[in-house]
């Protein structure tokens, strides 16, 4: 069974910042919420993870909300190469029980001019 | 990521052959994982190991084997290839020890079967 939900597709204009949302209202105490994403064909590519504060890194900032069921990813200057499918994954950080990233289907998003 | 490759990048074989798909890494990670995407759709695991004397059963296991011939080195095998298991392939490498326990994917290969 899924646990993130997230909608399949959003817009973007260049230059303003993209907001992703997340919905994973059944997330366990010791699991983290990770985000990938993946440009055309490639292989997926890390973005950013956190496990209940929010994190910056030099891609995107990653907001959790206090009960930890919603997380939104910011890109804040999207660009057209941030056009890509992205993927919120939740899953306990170097479990021992198998590491398998379980993709749903993700968000396209499409940035344009 | 360029630490992460496959070889071949696209392979059309007929139904009935057998098919190796390599994955070579020099990030120095112990554990290492196949997946394999259908079109539209996320990734989905084949086999995953954790070092060289340990290889796991993934979610898709069924029709493909592996052999983990060093630490580097993880090859995923189809000893009979089916339309079916036409996709695109990919590799990953983690290392839990590190803080982000990210994976990291190599380009992926285009595997057909006729």
């Known amino acids: 069974d899924a646990k993130t939900t997230q909608p399949p597709s959003m817009d973007c204009a260049e230059g303003r910042a993209a907001n992703l949302p997340c919905n994973h209202s059944t997330i366990s105490g010791n699991e983290y919420v990770y985000w990938y994403r993946q440009i055309h064909s490639q292989g997926p590519q890390y973005i950013i993870h956190g496990l209940k504060n929010n994190e910056t890194n030099e891609m995107a900032s990653l907001i959790i909300t206090e009960d930890r069921k919603s997380s939104t990813l910011i890109l804040p200057h999207a660009t057209l190469r941030d056009t890509a499918v992205y993927y919120c994954?939740?899953?306990?950080?170097?479990?021992?029980?198998?590491?398998?990233?379980?993709f749903g289907k993700g968000t396209t998003l499409s940035v344009s001019s | 990521d360029a630490d992460v490759t496959q070889t071949p990048r696209n392979r059309i074989t007929k139904t009935g052959k057998r098919i190796m798909l390599e994955c070579s890494q020099t990030?120095?990670?112990?554990?290492m994982y196949w997946y394999r995407q259908d079109p539209g759709l996320g990734l989905r695991l084949i086999y995953y190991?954790?070092?060289?004397?340990?290889?796991n059963k993934g979610e898709i296991s069924d029709g493909y084997s592996v052999s983990r011939q060093a630490q580097a080195k993880f090859s995923l095998s189809l000893e009979s290839a089916i339309p079916n298991q036409t996709a695109l392939y990919f590799c990953?490498?983690?290392?839990?020890?590190?803080?982000?326990?990210?994976?990291?994917f190599g380009p992926g290969t285009r595997l057909t079967v006729l």
């Open positions: 990953a490498t983690s290392d839990p020890g590190q803080g982000t326990d990210t994976q990291y």
């Open positions: 994954i939740v899953r306990v950080r170097g479990n021992q029980a198998g590491t398998a990233l379980i």
């Open positions: 990030k120095g990670h112990d554990r």
């Open positions: 190991s954790f070092d060289v004397k340990d290889i």
